[in-house]
């Protein structure tokens, strides 16, 4: 089955979007973002503590909307591999989340 995570031209003001799922009875923050015509997905967990990345809505790039930010250590991931090549989980990567296209949306299967 798939379910839609949100429309592509709800990531046109910050590049990314948050969703919580409820995924057998528990509560997962996902977000997907589009970089450099790429839409991809992770679970919204910071490998050094697993908080969540962002502190403001939406908003997981850095200032300069190279890197994926972490607000709450200042960790910076690759936004291609999630690969933190700075900060005090270098080394540790997000978690991927699959996420793809169809039509004007972003959906999933892992349901």
Same mark, same amino acid.
């Given at each position: 089955?798939?379910? =839609?995570?949100? @429309?592509?031209?709800?990531?046109? %003001?910050?590049? *990314? #979007?948050?969703? $919580?799922?409820?995924?057998?009875? %528990? @509560? +997962?923050? +996902? !977000? =997907? ?9 992770? /679970?919204?967990?910071?490998? &050094? /503590? #697993? ?7 939406? +908003? !997981?790039?850095?200032?300069? @909307?190279?890197?994926? !930010?972490? *607000?709450? &250590?200042? %960790? &910076? !991931?690759? $936004? ?5 090549? #700075? ?11 699959? =996420? @793809? $296209?169809?039509?004007?949306?972003? +959906?999933?299967?892992?349901?």
């Amino acid at each position: 089955m798939t379910r =839609v995570l949100c @429309r592509l031209d709800e990531l046109d %003001a910050t590049g *990314a #979007r948050e969703i $919580v799922l409820n995924k057998d009875g %528990a @509560r +997962v923050s +996902v !977000f =997907v973002l589009k970089y450099r015509g790429h839409i991809l997905g992770y /679970v919204n967990s910071c490998p &050094h /503590v #697993r908080l969540p990345l962002n502190w403001t809505a939406d +908003v !997981f790039l850095d200032v300069s @909307r190279t890197y994926l !930010f972490c *607000a709450n &250590h200042g %960790a &910076h !991931f690759d $936004v291609m591999s999630g690969l933190c090549i #700075r900060g005090p989980c270098k080394g540790q990567s997000l978690t991927p989340y699959p =996420v @793809r $296209v169809e039509d004007d949306s972003i +959906v999933t299967d892992d349901i």
